[in-house]
Nanobody, 122 residues
Framework: QVQLVESGGGLVQAGGSLRLSCAAS????????MAWFRQAPGKEREFVAA????????SITEPVKGRFTISRDNAKNTAYLQMSRLKPEDTAVYYC???????????????WGQGTQVTVSS
């Protein structure tokens, strides 16, 4: 059974930092692209960042570019989202996802975590 388990969310003041982790029980983790999406109340799920299976290439959505970094450790079957200079508008549930293709679309991913809440206070 495939599981993606996010951790690292919480409450932080504006300007602060958090690092999200996504531990995956995927066989051949290193062959999957990994991504982070987020969903704020009343809004659709939106793309945040993605990383290729090898880690050689990443994609970051414009609103968080320069503040967020996606990475992975294939030896640990874990993906990360380092978030810095957080803003109240970053408040959302953050989901990690795994898929066989590198994509910025939710439908491009086969497996999803349960989400972790990130709340940024002003």
């Amino acid at each position: 059974q495939v599981q993606l388990v996010e951790s690292g969310g919480g409450l932080v003041q504006a300007g602060g930092s958090l690092r999200l982790s996504c531990a995956a029980s995927l066989r051949s983790f290193s062959t999957y692209a990994m991504a982070w999406f987020r969903q704020a109340p009343g809004k659709e799920r939106e793309f945040v960042a993605a990383i290729m299976s090898s880690g050689a290439s990443t994609s970051i959505t414009e609103p968080v570019k320069g503040r967020f970094t996606i990475s992975r450790d294939n030896a640990k079957n874990t993906a990360y989202l380092q978030m810095s200079r957080l803003k109240p508008e970053d408040t959302a549930v953050y989901y990690c996802a795994a898929g066989s293709r590198f994509s910025i679309l939710p439908r491009g991913y086969d497996y999803w975590g349960q989400g972790t809440q990130v709340t940024v206070s002003s």
